[in-house]
């Protein structure tokens, strides 16, 4: 019989070899085949003689390893065994798993589709679905709008999982539903808010400013919400909630907050050319710029911000500032504040 080298001992191959165990290869088995591989022309009495194991279990594991590709037999006299070229056969059963998980992603999404339909709790309890991703949060607020059919509550306020601008919400106010939406200061920071929210409230919405939000979510018809579950970003999780008593809570907290904050002037948040205000206005004595101005202040947006929304540097609307102040004879931002709210300027 001839000398085998001693790389092709199965002996000297590592007992832990697993690295083909992802694509369904055994340990015994990829141990098999790395002794083939070693030594083309490999016959199973050789290989039982450097193995310690039978000829049947040598057998069976060659057996295995030719259907999945890895080896083929050399006949003749005495059938020799031989490995496949391992890029093309590892290659192989990478594609095959993948479209094992395609299939195995498409049954998924069937039986997800299956649960939320006879999902509900038979008892009327909460229902809670934590969403994994921020695409999956994404997915669910596009889906929520879409199903709206009366009204859909929004705290606005950063991190975002989707760009800012929310194509669905023009074509849905159109439809009929009604949109309410808290904002805090920070939503205004990023260029074309204003223009953005401007449009938005022409469109129809109902929108208002609180300094400061605890946490941001969609509510739809008051029966679905949904929310991250926490604020740092990126936002790795969220939940979807329907018909609980914390949907029924989640709005109470909306109304009472609704109640407390600021609202939003539609001619205020929208760039265009100054314009006079109408005779008998409280604020006839300012223009349209200066009115704007003082609604970014109200709004508590930062100096940095309001130039940048305004198109203006921060030292110019320093300058304006300074104006706006003597004008309404008022000594600190917050007293400018307190004299446009009560003149009607914001």
């Known amino acids: ?4 080298p001693e ?4 002996e000297h191959v590592q007992e832990d070899s697993r690295a083909l165990e992802i ?25 039982v003689m450097r193995s310690g194991e039978s000829a049947g279990r040598i057998q069976s594991s060659l057996s295995r390893l030719r259907v999945r590709g890895l080896v083929s037999r050399l006949w003749g006299r005495s059938p020799r065994w031989t490995a496949t070229n391992p890029g093309t056969a590892i290659r192989s059963l990478v594609r095959d798993m993948q479209s094992e998980l395609d299939r195995l992603t498409d049954t998924a999404d069937e ?3 299956a649960f939320r339909d006879v999902g509900t709790d038979p008892e009327g309890g909460d229902q809670f679905e934590v969403l994994a991703g921020p695409e999956e949060q994404a997915r669910w607020y596009v889906r929520l709008q879409q199903e709206a059919k009366e009204e859909v509550l929004t705290f606005d306020r950063p991190p975002y999982v989707l760009d800012y601008h929310n194509p669905l919400q023009t074509e849905l106010l159109r439809n009929g539903v009604r949109y309410r939406t808290l904002y805090v200061p920070e939503a205004f920071e990023h260029a074309g808010a204003l223009d953005e929210v ?12 609180l300094p400061w939000l ?3 979510m969609a509510l739809v018809d008051r029966s679905r919400a949904v929310m991250p579950l926490h604020m740092d970003p990126p936002l790795t999780r969220g939940v979807l909630i329907r018909g609980s008593t914390m949907v029924v809570a989640l709005v109470e907290l909306f109304e009472r907050l609704w109640q407390e904050a600021l609202p939003v002037r539609p001619e205020l ?3 265009g050319s ?14 349209l710029e200066d009115r704007r101005l003082l609604a970014l202040l109200a709004a508590g947006l930062k100096d940095d911000a309001i130039a940048r929304q305004l198109g203006t540097s921060p030292r110019s609307l320093r300058r304006r500032l300074r104006h706006l102040l003597d004008e309404l004879n008022a000594e600190t931002r917050f007293q400018a504040g307190a004299q446009a709210s009560r003149r009607g300027l914001v």
């Open 269 to 271: 948040w929208s760039q």
């Open 198 to 209: 401007g449009s938005l409230i022409r469109a129809g919405e109902e929108a208002r400013i």
């Open 23 to 47: 694509v369904g290869i055994s340990a015994f088995d990829e141990r098999i085949y790395r002794s083939v591989l070693a030594c083309p022309g490999i016959t199973v009495q050789e290989l």
């Open 111 to 113: 039986l997800e589709a």
């Open 7 to 10: 790389t092709a001992k199965i």
């Open 214 to 216: 605890p946490f941001k």
């Open 274 to 287: 100054p314009e006079l205000a109408p005779e008998g206005d409280p604020g006839a004595g300012l223009g």
């Open 1 to 4: 019989m001839r000398q085998l």
